[in-house]
């Protein structure tokens, strides 16, 4: 092989099998030939994930089938590494006494969104099936809100009292390296009743001396997280202060599981992709949906869509006499509307980011909304200018050049104001600012814009 090569072929060798065309054919036609052998030898040396993406990858009938003839012989954290989507089509073909056994295998957490996938019926006969600490573990975590602390954090944790030495944390967490997290980033240190007082990181541990006690080198713990607590705010406490665990505590202040980073991560994706998708006005997209899904997701919102535009029109039926003495107002008032979209979603999207980072809050909104609407008046006296430009050499009509050109500063002003207010209106009255704010801004644009450049326009040129 020539050096040239090299590269190439190291490129071939970090391509995920999910993404080899060929390796996805020869997984789809083992199952349809249903060769049980065949599909344990493609699959059993991958990595958890990398199996999780190829049944992400093939048709759902294949991979109900694959689950059906070989998904007991596969690895438990495969259906933690999952979609929740393809995690629920597959678990009713895999054995209760197999999905039970999973559960006892996989954190506590990854547990608890497994088990939350899986069909009342079924998951009956799989906690039936299960040992008592895995029945209790996952029932505790179910009976908590979705998307809170409580479904995230992971009951295996590593705690301490205040009066321990380095050497005999070490000591027992080899003794019981059984009932060890998989992973976990640091000790908590606890009083008498529990509750956590300071925290050793385990590379600080590692380092010390046996006879240190503990309490000379712990750190203040930096926040504790209550299990009702919603997960884009525990995201956010995780990156507010950089942290890579944090002890969660029940009501009396005891220490109860933790949350690690390797969770925070995927909610970060997840809150980030929803938020990306409801700003287009799509409650759920993946690549497993169907036409039928794709249409229930996204048909709502074009619905309202529907009633939004239709307030708009009667703005414009109002003007209709206006319209018909000068058609040029048919052609350009659909410029000044959509200029005027195009900044209150723009502002929008700035507002929902400020808003889920915690940027924009009820203390500063007055600043954001100085600041959108300077910006849009900024933007509306260029493009303003710019456009009445464009209408007196196309009409060769000062007064409709002076009218489009007010128009555009006035909606695109508006436009600012608008993407700011309505996001948090809604968070106001306990709406999800990314779900809606963009359909209300486009018609409010929309309607202002009918309205300035109409209204401006009927008042100079023929009054």
């Given amino acids: 092989m020539s050096i040239e090569d090299e590269p190439a072929a190291a490129e071939t060798r970090r391509r995920a099998p999910s993404e080899d065309p060929g390796f996805i054919i020869r997984v789809i036609g083992a199952a349809g030939d249903h060769d049980a052998p065949l599909l344990r030898r493609l699959l059993g040396g991958l990595d958890t994930a990398d199996i999780a ?8 009938e294949t991979a109900r089938t694959v689950a059906r003839m070989v998904g007991r012989d596969l690895p438990a954290e495969f259906l933690a590494d999952l979609s929740w989507e393809r995690r629920e089509e597959v678990l009713p073909e895999l054995p209760a006494g197999y999905v039970a056994h999973a559960l006892g295998e996989l954190d506590t957490d990854d547990a608890a969104a497994v088990a939350a996938d899986i069909d009342e019926k079924q998951l009956g006969a799989v906690l039936a099936a299960a040992d008592e600490d895995t029945r209790l573990a996952v029932e505790e975590a179910l009976s908590f809100d979705e998307e809170t602390a409580g479904r995230l954090m992971q009951r295996e944790y590593v705690a301490a009292p205040e009066g321990a030495r380095v050497g005999d944390v070490i000591d027992r967490m080899r003794a019981e390296a059984a009932e060890l997290p998989d992973v976990f980033f640091e000790i908590y240190v606890v009083d008498p009743m529990m509750r956590p007082v300071g925290a050793v990181h385990v590379s600080r541990l590692m380092r010390e001396r046996r006879e240190t006690p503990l309490a000379s080198i712990m750190a203040p713990v ?24 944090a002890p969660v505590v029940d009501d009396a202040g005891r220490l109860t599981g933790m949350v690690t980073v390797d969770d925070i991560v995927d909610v970060i994706s997840e809150e980030s992709e929803e938020d990306l998708l409801k700003l287009a006005g799509v409650s759920e997209a993946a690549q497993t949906d169907d036409v039928l899904r794709s249409v229930r997701a996204r048909a709502p919102w074009i619905l309202m869509n529907i009633g939004t535009a239709l307030v708009a029109s009667t703005v414009i039926s109002a003007f209709s006499g206006s319209i018909e003495q000068l058609v040029a ?56 200018v710019l456009l009445a430009a464009v209408a007196l050499l196309w009409f060769q009509n000062p007064g409709l050049a002076i009218a489009v050109g007010l128009a555009v500063v006035i909606n695109l002003a508006c436009g600012g104001i608008v993407g700011i207010v309505v996001p948090l209106l809604l968070r106001r009255f306990g709406a999800d600012p990314a779900v809606s704010a963009s359909v209300f801004v486009t018609f409010s644009t929309d309607a202002l814009g009918f309205l300035a450049f109409l209204g401006l326009a009927t008042l100079i040129l023929l009054s």
Avoid: C
């Fill in 329 to 384: 107002l048919a052609v350009l008032m659909p410029v000044v509307a959509s200029m005027g979209g195009n900044v209150g979603n723009q502002t929008v999207a700035v507002a929902v980011r400020a808003l889920a980072s915690r940027d924009l809050t009820d203390a500063n909104a007055w600043r954001y909304i100085v600041r959108e609407a300077a910006t849009g008046a900024a933007q509306g006296l260029i493009f303003g």
């Fill in 53 to 60: 993406d190829v049944i992400e990858h093939v048709p759902l």
């Fill in 222 to 245: 930096k926040a504790l997280i209550r299990p009702e607590m919603d997960q884009e705010e525990v995201a956010h406490t995780f990156q507010k202060y950089h942290m890579a665990s």
